[in-house]
């Protein structure tokens, strides 16, 4: 089974501070996915890599980066966290190179407070 | 516009009794996948089912069953003689080939309520 791990379930940080959202899979996937999660609004996609040292902009990319230096660690990085970015925030997977027919695998998800 | 939407926001049932989970997709694509994903309460998605666009055959496993019309732009999922294990958001996602590469669109999901 894959296996996408999330390093936290649950965080606190302060406004201003900057935040590190760490995900590891063990299954060689390529693609990696960092969406967040809100009531009434789905799951909205933050960033995403194909491959190591890449990575493209989702839909709502604005006040986060990523890191992506091995090809299992994909990082989430809130530069200045601000209390509307408190959110559950989820990691996920999938195999084959910008392949749009495989199911992506989720991690257990990062639930953000931000005060 | 959405490209997924899942108008029920909530739906309650009790056990036993059969329900439907719609989800309408729109895209220009002709080819594509769809997809249906169950969170729990313990919070991690759980891939159902995918189905790609030139396959437009129902299918069942177990107690569930999807129908995949894209005369209507629907894929609907259906859960025969509901559980409480069944409670749970229910996700529908779509997946296009050729415009947006590798992105899922996720609808804004269906929380399922199961009573005892």
């Known amino acids: 089974d894959v296996k996408v791990t999330q390093s936290s379930r649950y965080l606190v940080k302060r406004t201003g501070e900057k935040v590190f959202l760490e995900c590891v899979q063990d299954?060689?996937?390529?693609?990696m996915f960092w969406y967040r999660q809100d009531p009434g609004l789905g799951l909205r996609l933050i960033y995403f890599s194909y491959d190591v040292k890449m990575k493209e902009k989702g839909d709502i990319p604005e006040g986060y980066s990523v890191s992506r230096e091995k090809k299992e660690r994909f990082s989430l990085i809130l530069e200045s966290a601000s209390t509307n970015q408190t959110s559950m925030y989820l990691c996920?997977?999938?195999?084959?190179?910008?392949?749009?027919?495989?199911?992506?695998?989720f991690g257990n998800g990062t639930r953000l407070t931000v005060t | 516009a959405q490209k997924v939407t899942q108008a029920q926001t909530e739906i309650s049932v009790v056990e036993k009794e059969d329900v439907t989970l719609d989800c309408v997709y729109e895209t220009r694509d002709t080819t594509y996948y769809l997809f249906w994903y169950k969170q729990p309460p313990s919070g991690e998605l759980v891939f159902l089912i995918r189905?790609?666009?030139?396959?437009?055959q129902n299918e069942i496993s177990g107690r569930y069953s999807w129908n995949f019309q894209k005369s209507t732009s629907s894929f609907n999922f259906t859960i025969t003689a509901s559980q409480v294990v069944d409670s749970a958001v229910y996700f529908c996602a779509l997946s296009e080939a050729v415009l947006t590469g590798n992105q899922f669109y996720f609808g804004t999901g269906t929380s399922l309520t199961v009573i005892p």
């Open positions: 996920a997977s999938s195999s084959g190179r910008k392949s749009y027919n495989s199911p992506l695998h």
């Open positions: 299954m060689d996937h390529e693609n």
């Open positions: 189905r790609n666009s030139f396959d437009e």
